[in-house]
């Protein structure tokens, strides 16, 4: 017989980190939603031309799709991103304005599987919809940093950036392809490539052959118009205003064609290996009107769940939560009890789990060892028959005759409830 294992890229998420992953999903969501958000949950799969707009010049859309044709014959894709979505559904829904959602679940990409970087990946974040204001830049990300503060991160770096107006980036992308085509022999045979498609992207090498020229690059600061430069400099004044400390990155691009005048990534200090980044964001006021609305601006974020958590271990916050029963109950007669009694607990909110197969008792007082549970019940036909049932407390090993009808109460002392 075949057996099979999970595919690259993919992993099973098994008990307590689980546990831990809705954890990180709740926390974001209490975050976001004081903040006046909204859960939106996209589908896992659309119309390929809705991520196609994400940038035809970026990998995520050439190289690392998973695209097919469904049994209908429609051309549909496994989501690399959900800003996408959200835009596809404020141009269906047309919800007022300002249209404030988050999202959380999985994505899709066919990359290089490594620590940090999977085929399915998890992402939380936020998108609003129909605000052009600075203010909500400044909001957007502090929003990101809180969250970050609530897991109890503290060694988490704000770089910023602005892109500038979609005519300022074209003109910064064509002053960066002269600057990189007239020394096109010191560059990289990877840059070169990534020349061809897109000049931005080359500023993302980190191969040393490639960083004197890119230190000689031009700046995008110089090729800001003076709306989108006023624009940047509210943002800056408003994070400071919110106590957001960042640094102000003009190399920082980042992956997506769509992103217009502020950009940000929130890197992790504690992760040493390649992939710091642990979320990122910015404006993409055009992705809209590419999607066939109206014009409308965007702003949001998305934050890596499976590299953040990476950044949590380094720093040694937000561990996986013990879970574990309340009590575990030990059955001599055969089992009926075992049943009884745990529907008992379970049904006024006590935790219970018990053994099947008429294990011997010894067997059974390992399992009950090994939930963890700090209170075991035991019922033997002694007990059974006198209406009784032994409550032990697993530290110390101390136990009492409690009567059946009064087992509740007494299981709730015992847990200190
Ligand atoms: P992006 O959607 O590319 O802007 O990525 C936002 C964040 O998602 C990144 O900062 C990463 O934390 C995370 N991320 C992106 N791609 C992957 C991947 N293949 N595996 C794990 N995390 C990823």
């Known amino acids: 017989m075949p057996s099979f294992a999970t595919s690259p890229g993919t992993r099973d998420i098994l008990a307590p980190d689980s546990a831990r992953w809705r954890r990180f999903q709740q926390v974001f969501a209490d975050v976001v939603e004081t903040a006046g958000f909204g859960h939106i949950i996209p589908p896992m799969f659309e119309d390929l031309g809705v991520f196609l707009r994400v940038g035809e010049s970026t990998e995520i859309v050439t190289k690392e799709m998973y695209d097919f044709e469904d049994k209908g014959g429609r051309r549909v894709a496994l989501r690399p991103e959900q800003t996408a979505s959200v835009c ?11 249209w404030k959602v988050w999202y959380a679940g999985p994505n899709f990409r066919y990359e290089k599987p490594q620590q940090g970087r999977y085929r399915q990946f998890d ?33 988490v770096r704000l770089s910023l950036n602005s892109l500038g107006d979609s005519g300022d980036r074209d003109r910064y992308a064509s002053a960066l392809r002269t600057h990189f085509s007239s020394n096109i ?30 230190a000689a690059s031009p700046r995008m600061a110089d090729h800001l118009s003076p709306a989108a430069e006023e624009h940047f400099l509210q943002v800056q004044t ?97 089992g009926s009890e075992a049943g009884v009694i745990c529907t008992e607990l379970r049904t006024v909110g006590i935790g219970a789990d018990r053994a099947y197969e008429r294990r011997s008792m010894k067997a059974q007082m390992k399992s009950a060892d090994r939930s963890g549970a700090p209170v075991c019940i035991i019922v033997g036909d002694d007990e059974r028959n006198a209406n009784t049932a032994i409550l032990r407390t697993m530290e110390g090993g101390s136990q009492h005759i409690v009567q059946r009808d009064d087992l509740v109460a007494q299981v709730r002392r015992a847990l200190g409830r």
């Open 88 to 98: 596809r559904a404020f141009v269906e829904h047309r919800p007022v304005t300002p």
């Open 123 to 155: 992402q939380v974040g936020v998108e609003v919809l129909g605000v052009d204001d600075p203010q909500l830049d400044a909001e957007v990300i502090a929003l990101g940093m809180e969250f970050y503060r609530r897991l109890g991160l503290t060694k």
């Open 185 to 214: 022999d010191a560059l990289s045979a990877e840059s070169r490539a990534t020349l061809e498609r897109n000049p931005l992207r080359v500023l993302d090498s980190k191969r040393a052959e490639d960083a004197q020229l890119i």
């Open 238 to 334: 408003s994070l400071r205003a919110a106590g957001v400390t960042f640094h102000v990155d003009d190399r920082l691009v980042r992956g997506l064609d769509y992103y217009r005048r502020t950009t940000f990534e929130f890197v992790s200090e504690s992760l040493t290996a390649a992939h710091t980044a642990i979320g990122g964001g910015g404006r993409y006021d055009g992705l809209v009107a590419d999607l066939g609305g109206p014009d409308t601006p965007g702003i949001g974020f998305a934050l890596g769940l499976d590299r953040t958590l990476l950044a949590c271990d380094a720093e040694g916050v937000f561990g996986a939560p013990q879970s574990r029963v309340d009590v575990f109950v030990v059955d001599a007669t055969g």
